[in-house]
């Protein structure tokens, strides 16, 4: 069974730094696209950034210029760093990835990690 590990949320002030990381693990094949998203308190889930197995990355047009994202595939983790950081970025981050399992199956799979709150003081 697979499953992602989020870490490296917290409280920051306006203008700081925060690197989110997320690790999956289990029988793994594959990670095709893996993605950072983001959920404000009585809002949707948003898009922040994606980046393909081979380095292809796409960002939220309110995060362009701050925030990278960038993965490893030898560890299967995908990193996002946010500098800059603004009150509004404060949301739950939430790491999202999709492949195929490991088993003789070749079992696709979309998931979600926990969430780790970014919380951003004026």
């Known amino acids: 069974q697979v499953q992602l590990v989020e870490s490296g949320g917290g409280l920051v002030q306006a203008g700081g730094s925060l690197r989110l990381s997320c690790a999956a693990s289990g029988s793994i094949f594959s990670i095709n696209d893996m993605g950072w998203y983001r959920q404000a308190p009585g809002k949707q889930r948003d898009l922040v950034a994606t980046i393909t197995f081979g380095g292809s990355t796409n960002y939220a047009d309110s995060v362009k210029g701050r925030f990278t994202i960038s993965r490893d595939n030898a560890k299967n983790t995908v990193y996002l760093q946010m500098n800059s950081l603004k009150p509004e970025d404060t949301a739950v981050y939430y790491c999202?990835?999709?492949?195929?399992?490991?088993?003789?199956?070749?079992?696709?799979?979309?998931?979600w990690g926990q969430g780790t709150q970014v919380t951003v003081s004026s």
């Open positions: 999202n990835a999709g492949g195929y399992d490991g088993t003789i199956y070749r079992r696709s799979f979309t998931l």
